[in-house]
């Protein structure tokens, strides 16, 4: 049985940093390209950033790009993202996702899917 579990969520002022984790258990982690992805209020699911099975293929949305980064230890099944100098606009529910592709940056190309946690950015 497929589990993702994410962690680490929770209330945090704007300009600072958090880091979220999803432990995953079920199918070969290492094998999967693993994502981060966020729902916003009112708004669709967007993508966040990726990274490749062996760590080697990163991608992160503009928004992000040099605030926030992913990554994956391989040998604990787990993958991070972590958030820095976060802005009001950040807030959203975070989803780990796994993809049976080698990269996947986009939000139709996962297959598996966590419960989600919630981020609030506020003051």
């Known amino acids: 049985q497929v589990q993702l579990v994410e962690s680490g969520g929770g209330l945090v002022q704007p300009g600072g940093s958090l880091r979220v984790s999803c432990a995953a258990s079920g199918f070969t982690f290492s094998s999967y390209a693993m994502g981060w992805l966020r729902q916003a209020p009112g708004k669709e699911r967007e993508f966040v950033a990726s990274i490749g099975s062996s760590g080697g293929i990163i991608y992160h949305v503009d928004v992000v790009k040099g605030r926030f980064t992913i990554s994956r230890d391989n040998a604990k099944n787990t993958v991070y993202l972590q958030m820095n100098t976060l802005k009001p606009e950040a807030t959203a529910v975070y989803y780990c996702?796994?993809?049976?592709?080698?990269?996947?940056?986009?939000?139709?190309?996962?297959?598996?899917w966590g419960q989600g946690t919630q981020i609030t950015v506020s003051s």
């Open positions: 996702a796994a993809s049976r592709r080698m990269v996947a940056a986009s939000t139709m190309q996962y297959d598996y």
